[in-house]
């Protein structure tokens, strides 16, 4: 299994909680209905997996990226969703440093979102510049996504700023006849990405704050009992002290009394020790 520090923590800091509390700190989402259970369940079971495993995601999404790339290494129509005035066919091994600079990094999407982005990014906008568009340039739309997903914020803004330059680039090199309707469908196809990492990026946010409250509230609750607990225990306490002192008290002084009834009059300090067992 990979080091959880290799890959961001999910959020499941209430669900550990409630798992040490005997309770289940997941909130209810679906309302009972049979089909969302069912739904949940199997992205229960994939988070799992994922926790577990999360090479396994990574490798899937890497080898996906290559193989819908890979016409374009076989001597394939170089992908262009556009039409554009070649300045002359790149080399064989060119394609493929750009499709490994496309590809490869999406490995790290999740360990290190902003070096992968980088890194695609200087690969984009090398096929761009040199009037390519090679299929697995898909990729940007990928680490767009996992940068607002896994990210740093404050990167967001940069990473923004170069998509917009790059993609304006892009579609000013395409051949277009309206370059500037190609660069709004591409730029608005990578706010999409962005906008969609962002969603995800918060409603993990909120359930992770739900499954902490629920479990901070199970362990008050808890606590609570324990408290009422011990409150009861010490009423308890006391009034049993202080009845156990009031006999001891009624049985000391009638032992006191018999003592002294015993030396003046026995026959009445007798009477007084036959009635101690009354007590």
């Given amino acids: 299994m990979e080091d959880e520090t290799r890959y961001p923590p999910r959020p499941d800091i209430g669900a550990g909680a409630g798992a040490r509390t005997g309770f289940s700190a997941k909130p209810d989402r679906t309302g009972g209905h049979p089909f969302l259970d ?9 988070q799992d997996i994922d926790h577990r495993s999360p090479w396994i995601l990574d490798t899937a999404v890497v080898l996906f990226v290559a193989l819908l790339g890979l016409p374009d290494l076989l001597g394939a129509q170089t992908g262009r969703p556009l039409p554009a005035v070649r300045e002359g066919e790149p080399s064989t091994t060119v394609l493929l440093l750009l499709h490994a600079g496309l590809v490869l990094p999406l490995w790290w999407r999740r360990r290190a979102p902003a070096v992968a982005f980088g890194v695609i990014a200087a690969a984009c906008l ?10 697995s340039g898909i990729s940007l739309l990928l680490i767009l996504y996992s940068l607002a997903l896994y990210g ?14 790059g993609l304006g680039l892009a579609a000013f090199r395409s051949g277009t006849d309206q370059p500037w309707l190609t660069a709004f469908f591409l730029i608005g196809t990578a706010t999409a990405a962005l906008a969609l990492g962002l969603v995800f990026r918060i409603i993990r946010a909120y359930l992770a704050a739900l499954e902490d409250r629920a479990a901070r509230l199970q362990i008050e609750q ?6 009422t607990a011990a409150s009861e225990r010490a009423r308890v306490a006391r009034e049993m002290h202080d009845i156990v002192g009031h006999n001891l008290a009624v049985i000391v002084g009638l032992a006191d009394g018999a003592a002294s009834l015993a030396v003046s009059r026995p026959e009445r300090g007798v009477n007084g020790l036959v009635v101690l067992p009354a007590v």
């Fill in 38 to 46: 069912r739904l949940l369940g199997w992205q229960q079971r994939l």
């Fill in 126 to 135: 090398t096929q761009w510049i040199i009037a390519v568009w090679l299929r």
């Fill in 152 to 165: 740093a914020l404050k990167v967001l803004p940069w990473a923004a700023a170069v998509t917009v330059a």
């Fill in 222 to 227: 808890e606590q609570r009992a324990r408290l």
